[in-house]
């Protein structure tokens, strides 16, 4: 560094320096012919088509606010079309008069052993009553509509034009005709009318539980295979039935040969046959 | 009173900036009406500086001579994409430093000097040469020599955002507004930057700078 010089030197100073690299003049004749080259093969090149792309997701990327609101709008509007419920055109389910304690019944028996929470609503059940009973049935009754995870969120009332509307309209009106169908024999037979009724209705259909090994005591078997050919009424007055009657047959017909045998004498074995 | 005028050209673009701008407008919509010439004067008016960033980022004079054509290459086929939002060098500006951006990071590894020869016909250079040293002849050049090398090796040492902010701000000579829009971030994030850049500068150089 010149001592004598008393200008300072800075960074800037220093970075001012590189202001002064500069190409020479013939460096820019080369530039100018190689750029008039890329110039004329870019209008001459056809741009390939994913340029195209790149183009639209700038723009979508420009406008991605609107196009977002847009999206979101859709998809609300997709959700409030296919799945809101109007209030016109519901229609109610007018089923028989035991319904309503079978539902409810099934409601008691779903919320002691389903751990999920169970959705009420009320429901007016229009109840067709005999003429003269000037009895108000349109109780207000409990009714489940949904007793497990995956159907929680049935609705409880189905309307008409949600259910034109749909596009599984078909398998929605069919699925809706088995629901409103009443099992014949369920319905006869009111079997679930109560948790008693119901155990009651079913108590005698069971048989008593039974250990088929109980019946197979070795021990009492044994003795009644060797008492059987002395005491012949021994089987017959068994307390307990030990075998069929052909096993018990056969098993004592084979004890009497084994006793007739004579072991009287060494080298030869007499056998006796009795008919 | 000078003072504060010289803050604010560095903080916001100078008039003298935006009559250009109007300037380079007018030729851009010749360009988009279909006077393909009239992108000419647009390459000759901006490519020393073009060229000078893209240099000055690579310190390569080959690799700045492809990338500043392949700049105005990508200028002229997105021309009827600029709207005149911005003015027209500061959109040429982004794309000749996104386009660098890119190549220093794919070529992240490969790194080697190919310097332009410093003139000392200009003023403020030859000033400060002669302030650095008193050496005539073959010792004066190899000194510039060395101090070019120095200089491009600290320049190197950053990184590419912080030398970018450099290259433009006190090299270009463009405001802190101006390299806000080029580098598409905030303006107290360049300021940062260059404080930060000329830190690292200072201790790199300190031989060649004054007590």
């Known amino acids: 560094m010149n001592p004598e010089s008393k200008r300072k030197v800075t960074v800037e100073d220093l970075l001012r320096l590189k202001r002064a690299e500069r190409p020479p003049a013939a460096f820019w004749t080369t530039f100018e012919a190689e750029i008039r080259a890329k110039q004329l093969s870019a209008i001459v090149n056809k741009r390939p088509w994913w340029h195209g792309l790149s183009r639209a997701a700038a723009v979508v990327t420009r406008y991605q606010l609107p196009f977002g609101a847009a999206a979101a709008l859709a998809v609300t509007w997709a959700g409030v079309h296919y799945y809101s419920v109007s209030p016109s055109g519901v229609v109610r389910v007018q089923g028989p008069a035991p319904e309503a304690p079978v539902a409810a019944a099934a409601a008691s028996r779903t919320a002691e052993t389903a751990p999920v929470p169970v959705v009420l609503a009320e429901t007016s059940v229009r109840r067709d009553t005999p003429a003269g009973v000037a009895q108000d049935q349109s109780a207000r009754t409990a009714v489940v509509t949904a007793t497990s995870s995956h159907i929680t969120k049935a609705p409880s009332e189905v309307t008409v034009d949600a259910i034109s509307k749909s596009p599984f309209a078909d398998g929605i009106s069919v699925s809706l005709a088995d629901y409103r169908t009443p099992s014949a024999e369920v319905a006869r037979r009111s079997v679930f009318g109560s948790d008693r009724d119901f155990e009651a209705g079913l108590a005698p259909a069971r048989q008593a539980p039974s250990d088929p090994l109980a019946r197979m005591d070795p021990a009492e078997e044994r003795r009644a295979r060797l008492l059987a050919p002395a005491l012949p009424a021994y089987s017959a007055t068994s307390r307990r039935a030990l075998a069929s009657d052909w096993i018990k047959s056969k098993s004592s017909s084979d004890d009497r040969m084994y006793e007739s045998m004579d072991r009287g004498s060494s080298d030869r074995m007499l056998v006796g046959f009795r008919f | ?211």
């Open chain 2, 1 to 211: 009173m000078n003072a504060s005028k010289a803050l604010e050209k560095t903080l916001v673009a100078s008039p003298e900036r935006k009559l250009e701008a109007d300037a380079d407008l007018d030729v851009v919509r010749k360009v988009q009406a279909g006077d393909v010439a009239a992108f000419d004067a647009l390459i000759l008016k901006y490519r020393e500086r073009v060229v000078g960033i893209i240099y000055n980022m690579t310190s390569n004079r080959e690799d700045a001579a492809d990338l500043a054509q392949d700049a105005f290459i990508k200028a002229f086929q997105s021309i009827n994409r600029f709207q005149g939002q911005a003015s027209f060098f500061t959109w040429l500006y982004r794309i000749a430093v996104n386009s660098t951006v890119t190549h220093l990071r794919k070529n992240r590894l490969r790194s080697f000097f190919s310097l332009e020869a410093v003139r000392e016909d200009d003023p403020v250079s030859k000033e400060l040469v002669d302030a650095l040293t008193d050496k005539t002849g073959v010792g004066r050049d190899a000194f510039v020599r060395e101090l070019q090398e120095k200089l491009n090796d600290a320049m190197q040492k950053l990184s590419i955002k912080h030398r970018t902010v450099v290259t433009l701000f006190e090299i270009d000579g463009l405001s802190h507004q101006e390299i806000a829009e080029v580098m598409d971030c905030s303006v107290g994030t360049v300021r940062s930057r260059l404080h930060y850049a000329k830190q690292l500068l200072q201790s790199e150089l300190q031989p060649y700078l004054s007590k």
